[in-house]
């Protein structure tokens, strides 16, 4: 089920041509399935950024240890430029040529 923040991700995926997962289950080395709101590819890191809208040390954590960005944040409702300026300070990791906007 979606989360509020994964669903606005999703609506800046759609506007945006992001590649969107939400919600997103990372499975550990150990094997372990820790959940996120919602996956941004392309964005933070190779992996991409992992997002959730409560603060988690150990979800950090496991993002971090398997390559990914992670950050905390509050749903909001869409806006193009807004989700742009977020996207920009993420900075674009993918192996392609970043978005048009970008």
Excluded: H
Excluded at 5 to 15: K, S, Y
Excluded at 18 to 28: D, G, I, N, S
Excluded at 33 to 38: E, K, Q
Excluded at 43 to 67: H, P, V
């Amino acid at each position: 089920m979606k989360s509020r923040l994964g669903q606005c991700w999703i609506e800046a995926g759609e506007d945006l041509g992001l590649r969107v997962a939400a919600p997103f289950e990372l499975k550990t080395a150990a094997g372990q399935l820790v959940s996120f709101d919602a996956l941004v590819l392309g964005f933070a890191s190779t992996q991409g950024m992992l997002l959730m809208e409560q603060w988690d040390e150990a979800k950090a954590k496991a993002a971090t240890e398997n390559g990914y960005g992670y950050s905390c944040m509050d749903a909001f409702q869409y806006e193009r430029g807004s989700a742009i300026d977020v996207l920009r300070d993420w900075g674009w990791s993918g192996a392609e040529a970043p978005p048009a906007w970008l």
